[in-house]
């Protein structure tokens, strides 16, 4: 781990990716409150309406948080899933309402993300041009051009009457 810490020094991408992260906490930190709203209301409705079915995967609130995190990340491992009716049509409503969360926030990361992407892009072009225009003042002074300046002398011609 803190050896892709020290690849981020060297990669623009990574230190892009980092300040990304950095200026979108306001959208992360509302992910994660929805999403874990939303687990804890899904998981216990799905205890509550699993839990007097016989061989359930749903034998407490926990193992339903365990469900309801694979359900709403649209992992679906299949490891525990509902027997009821009325629990499938939660679990629908589970993996809809995930999506929806996970969509809305994530869209305004990858925005912030593109809009840092193209900034670093063209800070880079800039320095490349400061660079470029020091690099030929440079040659300039080390290498003056040795053509002559043609001067362009306004001469005025008097025209007199004859």
């Given amino acids: 781990m803190a050896r892709v810490f020290k690849l981020a020094r ?3 991408s990574l230190q892009t990716f980092g ?5 979108s906490i306001t959208e992360l930190s509302m992910l994660s409150m929805f999403l ?16 007097d079915e016989p061989h359930t995967d749903f034998y407490s609130i926990p193992a339903g948080c ?11 491992y299949g490891d525990a899933k509902p027997v009821t009716t ?12 995930g ?3 996970l969509a809305f926030p994530i869209s305004m990361i990858v925005e912030k993300f ?10 880079q072009q800039i320095q490349q041009a400061q660079m470029s225009a020091l690099a030929n003042n440079a040659l300039l002074r080390r290498f ?17 009457n004859i």
């Fill in 10 to 12: 060297y990669s623009t």
């Fill in 66 to 76: 365990w469900w309801c995190v694979v359900t709403m990340a649209t992992v679906g």
């Fill in 36 to 51: 874990i709203t939303g687990i804890v209301f899904f998981s216990t409705i799905m205890y509550y309406l699993e839990k």
């Fill in 144 to 160: 003056p051009t040795r053509r002559k300046v043609r001067r362009n002398t306004n001469t005025t011609v008097s025209v007199s």
């Fill in 114 to 123: 593109a809009t840092a992407q193209q900034k670093a892009i063209e800070d």
């Fill in 99 to 101: 999506i929806i969360v």
């Fill in 19 to 23: 300040h990304t992260l950095q200026s």
């Fill in 86 to 97: 009325l629990g499938k049509l939660v679990a629908t409503s589970t993996s809809i309402c």
